[in-house]
Nanobody
């Protein structure tokens, strides 16, 4: 497993942008799928974006396509989530997650074995 630490959350207004970062410590980061998930109060955890290892493809949830972009820097063991045109409905705790080494791509949260502590994003209208 790896340890993950997210940062970059905050309070912004609708239409603003934020960039979240997730720094990993542990082995074989470049060989792990990385996902961003979010959970709003009273709602289920939702897949936001994912990077298929070692960075050959990106995947997005329908609600963020065209607004969010995931990227990774394997040399820095870091994944980013650039969030543009933020909306109040994007308000949630955002979590970074890492899958097992050499796993096939999936966006199912249960298939990710390591999770960060989360960073809060609040978008005001």
């Amino acid at each position: 497993q790896v340890q993950l630490v997210e940062s970059g959350g905050g309070l912004v207004q609708a239409g603003d942008s934020l960039r979240l970062s997730c720094v990993a410590s542990g082995r074989a980061f470049s060989r792990r799928n990385i996902g961003w998930f979010r959970q709003a109060l009273g709602k289920e955890r939702e897949f936001v974006a994912g990077s298929r290892w070692p960075g050959i493809a990106e995947h997005y949830g329908d609600s963020v396509k065209g607004r969010f972009a995931i990227s990774r820097d394997n040399a820095k063991n870091t994944v980013y989530l650039q969030m543009n045109s933020l909306r109040p409905e994007d308000t949630a705790a955002y979590y970074c997650a890492a899958g097992p080494v050499d796993a096939q791509w999936t966006q199912r949260a249960s298939e990710f074995e390591s999770w960060g502590q989360g960073t809060q994003v609040t978008v005001s209208s």
